[in-house]
T-cell receptor, first 113, second 109 residues
């Protein structure tokens, strides 16, 4: 089954404690992306990657890092989380060879206290 | 600055009552406009990609159209299972994707 997986699905942490949210896709897509979704602000792009070792900032990259060492994986790293990073996070991959349909993961709900 | 707005913010329909959702965009050099459906607590689900003004796409009770400034998602004879938030997004360069705030649709039996 074609899918994007994220782990963990839920995470409660404290300010300053480094964390990583993993993302993996099994569709051999070159493009992957991270979004955060907040009430009233909608989905905002954090980082995206057009291919292995190629990453670029979206609209809200501050406080986040990413890496793309393998085509299938695109982890999101929060080196020093703060309460304003409490949000619902989605990873996605795009079929750039088709209708540019974007496949989203199930989401990670992060709470930083 | 590239921007996407959607209206109405929320829409309540009786089952079978057709209507349209609007997505207005400001982007330099539109390469693609996308519609997604999002159920509570889940990731968005892809519906359509539109590339140029005049283009139309259909899927079951949904039909998406595109002009140079906006897109419409027409819902014909909706059913309760069509209740969801509908998101519009645009890309100008096939890298950054900008989403609108969404329209929350409720279809009452």
């Amino acid at each position: 089954e074609a899918q994007v997986t994220q782990n963990p699905r839920y995470l409660i942490t404290v300010t300053g404690k480094k964390l990583t949210v993993t993302c993996s896709q099994n569709m051999n897509h070159e493009y992957m992306s991270w979004y955060r979704q907040d009430p009233g602000l909608g989905l905002r792009q954090i980082y995206y990657s057009m291919n292995v070792e190629v990453t670029d900032k979206g609209d809200v990259p501050e406080g986040y890092k990413v890496s793309r060492k393998e085509k299938r994986n695109f982890p999101l790293i929060l080196e020093s989380p703060s309460p304003n990073q409490t949000s619902l996070y989605f990873c996605a991959s795009i079929n750039t060879g088709g209708a540019y349909e974007q496949y989203f993961g199930p989401g990670t709900r992060l709470t930083v206290t | 600055e590239d921007q996407v707005t959607q209206s109405p913010e929320a829409l309540r329909l009786q089952e079978g009552e057709s209507s349209s959702l609007n997505c207005s965009y400001t982007v330099s050099g539109l390469r693609g406009l996308f519609w997604y459906r999002q159920d509570p607590g889940k990731g968005p689900e892809f519906l359509f990609t539109l590339y140029s003004a005049g283009e139309e796409k259909e899927k079951e009770r949904l039909k998406a159209t595109l002009t140079k400034k906006e897109s419409f998602l027409h819902i014909t004879a909706p059913k309760p299972e069509d209740s969801a938030t509908y998101l519009c997004a645009v890309t100008a360069s096939y890298d950054k994707v900008i989403f609108g705030p969404g329209t929350s649709l409720s279809v009452i039996p």
